[in-house]
């Protein structure tokens, strides 16, 4: 092969690896329990599983729906107990805290923050 030929495949792999890099992992996606896209009347909640992550915290990484997820959940569900009946968890604050930081009414989350 040609140094030109090999200089030329070299440039496109580079390239195609520069395209298909998505860039950092924002994160994990808020477990809104809804099955199938259907939210469903809870009567208690789960502990979301792992913290969030740079696609609730990065307002350039932030998408709407995503976020309304999450504001939906806390304003439906946020006076309702955890299912296994313990308070908040650390990361059950994280999301809490950003449910608030969006400017949602704190009062909906009193009683999770009250009794963690």
């Not at 208690?44 to 939906?72: F, N, S, V, W």
Request: glycine share 10%; with cysteine; net charge negative.
């Amino acid at each position: 092969m040609s140094r030109h030929l090999v200089a030329f495949l070299a440039f496109l792999l580079i390239g195609a690896a520069a395209c298909t890099d998505a860039g950092p992992d924002p994160g994990p996606r808020f477990d809104n329990e809804a099955a199938d896209g259907v939210v469903t009347e809870l009567t208690c909640m789960k502990h979301q599983p792992q913290g969030p992550g740079a696609r609730y915290t990065d307002e350039t990484l932030r998408r709407i729906d995503e976020t309304l997820a999450l504001l939906r959940y806390y304003t439906a569900n946020g006076a309702k107990p955890y299912c296994d009946g313990k308070g908040l968890t650390d990361i059950d604050r994280q999301w809490v805290d950003i449910y608030v930081r969006l400017g949602a009414d704190k009062g909906n989350v009193a009683a999770l923050l009250d009794a963690g």
